[in-house]
């Protein structure tokens, strides 16, 4: 017999199939070690023919075969050509989204853990060798774990015990599953009307994709879980994304409750070891439901019956690393290819979303309305404008106090969020609230403190600092916004008795850092938590009912053309942290620029005035999906090599603009505004263009372009054009 091979080297150069010959233990799917090039490689065996498409004098046989059982389901080559060919990767990077990295590199040791026993405690040992003796010593008490032995007594020492037969190694199957602890009983709930309705239009629908918009509380949640439990009581299986952040404590419970072990979830705060043994009770069809964050949407479950993408604006979903897929277009392959609804859900749809849905290419739910009719917290929009000039030098409000205050006062607790993405600095004007814009762009400029200038992230153009605000000649400009800690210390003078609890990026450490932080909220062992963009999502915290909003402004001037949208969202999303049980909650949202109509939209709640609006926007400045933005990275250790691929992105884009001059909206090559990352330089060639139908050809001109010394990759629509 003869396998066909896609060897696993991310080369473009070795793209192809190879073929060896191979025993019957081979079968599709599986890992095997094969000789390549004067080396042996892993590879992947995608096709077994019983006759050799070539000379079998020149074929090779297999070295190695590692599984028994195919580790790659089929459906995973028609999505590896169908990745390979829209993202322009090699199809061995392909596959390896489909494999835990830990299995690929032979990292874990697979589902066995290894463990030394005694077996002669009467060995001669040489009287020097102390640590030997001591390893053997400490065996009599009994068998260790193989890896902390090891690093307790060195490996010299344990292999020269083993080799003269004094311990030997065992390996025990251990499922390290991360389901600890008893579960309560689940008691399932009578679905609403509503929800009844839901599920109805998406079961008769003829539609693949499914659009659930529904405010925050609506019970989309229940939707989804029953749903799944459907699927499940057919025999089928399921996918359920969620932005890894959501990927709480209480989310986890109210899964395994429900699920059991039928669930298998695949997060961060896993172990490599426990990773792996999702996965693999996944693959066995042990586990039949997949819950994860993005990268859950390759997982080994065959017989799909449904994909499920919550929070789906989220940019998470984005992938930032090679190859960039799209999550919603993967999951879209594999509900096609298994005849499967794809349900997307969120209280804020991308407008690329909810425009498929309003035309009719999505099915579209539309849930108005919070469970029991609770209403939605009322949101108090505060202008900051001014309040310097009236003496009042604190990140704070007086609504905000007041507040505050009353929130205190009757025991209830208070969510402080501050809005920060990433090292983007832009100027504002804290007396009238003017912003520094691009004359040619429309979009907010960016502060580079060590250029000490103003850039435009969109066309490259330099402008100068100002000293004074060009609207009303005020002086107090401000770069960026408040920070975290200054919050907190404004917080002690105004509630020296209230307890605070922090959350950013400074205090939050380890994996499961912040999930220590947030069930210490949930436990009400603070009254206050000051966080950032982390305490936006998922977090269910009854007694919370205020919600403070610093810098609306922030994001809103976010020099990116959605800034607009994720300020939506995430308006929407914080305020609906608040007054989710019993009394109703308030938002108090601080902006120095309160007629804004994304502000205005968002504190009144209203979806579609804001769609409708920015779809408007968005044609007339032509903003993707008007358009599309199109990056080429070029980076490298050094710039002679980073400059030569960027001059060769440069020319080839240039002759397809000279064919096609209509196409092309905007077109240039510069420095990326972030001119070094990592140790490595940073050009990049940025297009805006009218549709996507060079883009194959630009991805081909960046593979081209790409050498050993410089990386070139294309970016669609980037999140961050830093
Ligand atoms: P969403 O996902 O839209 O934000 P959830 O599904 O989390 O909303 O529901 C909001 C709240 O309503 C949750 O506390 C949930 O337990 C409750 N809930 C949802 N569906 C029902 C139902 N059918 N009956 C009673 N309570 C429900
Ligand atoms: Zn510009």
């Known amino acids: 017999m003869y396998a066909q091979v896609i060897v696993d080297i991310s080369h473009s150069q070795v793209d192809k199939i190879f073929e060896y010959s191979c025993g019957d233990d081979v079968q599709v799917g599986c890992r095997v070690k094969a000789p390549f090039g004067g080396r042996v490689v892993e590879g992947f065996v995608i096709g077994i023919s019983q006759t050799p498409s070539f000379d079998v004098s020149k074929i090779k046989p297999i070295k190695e075969v590692y599984d028994e059982q195919p580790a790659l389901i089929p459906e995973c080559f028609s999505l590896m050509e169908g990745i390979a060919s829209r993202y322009r990767v090699p199809k061995a990077v392909a596959l390896r989204l489909f494999l835990p990295s830990e299995m690929r590199l032979g990292r874990v040791n697979e589902v066995y853990t290894k463990y030394i026993r005694l077996v002669n405690p009467d060995i001669s040992l040489n009287k020097a060798a102390k640590k030997q003796s001591a390893a053997l010593e400490d065996l009599k008490a009994g068998d260790r774990e193989f890896a902390s032995f090891c690093a307790r007594f060195g490996r010299p020492a344990v292999n020269a015990i083993i080799e003269k037969g004094g311990a030997e190694v065992y390996k025990v199957r251990r499922a390290r599953t991360p389901m600890k602890g008893e579960e309560d009983e689940y008691v399932p709930v009578s679905l609403t009307p509503a929800q009844r309705s839901a599920l109805d239009y998406i079961e008769n629908s003829q539609k693949t994709v499914q659009l659930i918009h529904g405010v925050t509380g609506s019970g989309k949640t229940e939707i989804y879980l029953s749903y799944i439990a459907k699927v499940l009581g057919e025999g089928k299986t399921a996918i359920f994304l969620v932005p890894e952040i959501s990927l709480t404590p209480q989310m986890l419970r109210q899964l395994r409750r429900r699920f059991k072990g039928q669930a298998a979830i695949m997060h961060s705060g896993l172990s490599a070891g426990e990773r792996f043994d ?55 392959m594999r509900a096609e290819n298994n005849g499967c609804k794809l349900i997307l859900g969120s209280a804020t749809p991308s407008v690329e979303s909810y425009i498929c849905a309003t035309q009719g290419e999505y099915g579209l739910i539309e849930l108005p309305e919070r469970i029991n009719k609770k209403p939605l917290p009322e949101v108090v929009i505060a202008d900051m404008r001014g309040e310097v000039k009236r003496g009042n030098n604190s990140a704070f409000s007086r609504a905000l106090r007041e507040e505050l205050s009353a929130t205190l006062s009757a025991g209830n607790q208070a969510i402080i969020f501050l809005n920060r993405r990433g090292y983007a600095k832009t100027v504002m004007c804290r007396d009238c ?282 970016e669609e629509n980037p999140a961050n054009l830093s």
Request: glycine letters at 8%; proline letters at 4%.
């Open 278 to 332: 999702e996965w693999w009770r996944l693959r066995s069809g042990e586990a039949r439901i997949a819950i994860g964050a993005r990268s859950a949407v390759f997982a080994p479950l065959e017989n799909l019956g449904a994909i499920i993408i919550d929070e789906e604006h989220d940019s998470s979903y984005q992938s930032e690393t090679a190859p960039r897929y799209s999550t919603i277009d993967i999951a879209r």
């Open 433 to 714: 609230g003017y912003v520094a814009k691009c004359r040619n762009c429309d979009v907010s400029l960016t502060y580079h403190s060590e250029e000490n200038c103003l850039k435009c992230h969109y066309c490259g153009a330099k402008y100068h600092m100002l000293s004074a605000c060009p609207e009303c000649g005020g002086r107090h400009l401000m770069y960026g916004g408040t920070g975290t800690q200054r919050v907190v210390s404004d917080l002690r003078e105004l509630f020296p008795s209230a307890r605070i609890l922090r959350m950013d990026n400074d205090t939050v450490s380890g994996k499961d850092g912040h999930y220590k932080i947030l069930s210490a909220f949930g436990k009400r062992e603070a009254d206050i938590l000051v966080g950032t963009q982390m305490i936006a999502k998922g977090h269910d915290f009854p007694s919370v009912t205020l919600v403070g909003i610093l810098d609306a402004d922030m994001s809103l001037h976010f020099s990116d053309y959605r800034s607009g949208e994720r300020t939506f969202q995430l308006i929407t999303q914080v305020a609906g942290r608040s007054g989710r049980a019993g009394e109703k909650g308030k938002v108090v949202l601080q902006t120095y620029s309160p007629e804004n109509y994304i502000l205005r939209y968002a504190a009144g709640y209203d979806y579609k005035g804001f769609f409708e609006n920015e779809v408007r926007i968005r044609k007339a400045t032509l903003f993707p999906p008007y358009s599309l933005i199109c990056r080429v990275m070029v980076t490298a250790e050094e710039d002679a090599p980073a400059l030569e691929a960027l001059k060769q992105v440069y020319f080839a884009v240039d002759a397809l603009r000279r064919e096609d001059e209509k196409e092309f909206i905007f077109f240039n090559k510069m420095h990326s505004p972030i001119k070094k990352l990592q140790g490595r330089v940073r050009y990049q060639v940025l297009m805006r263009l009218r549709t996507d139908k060079l883009l194959p050809q630009i991805y081909d001109i960046a593979v081209n372009a790409s050498t050993p010394r410089a990386l070139a990759y294309v």
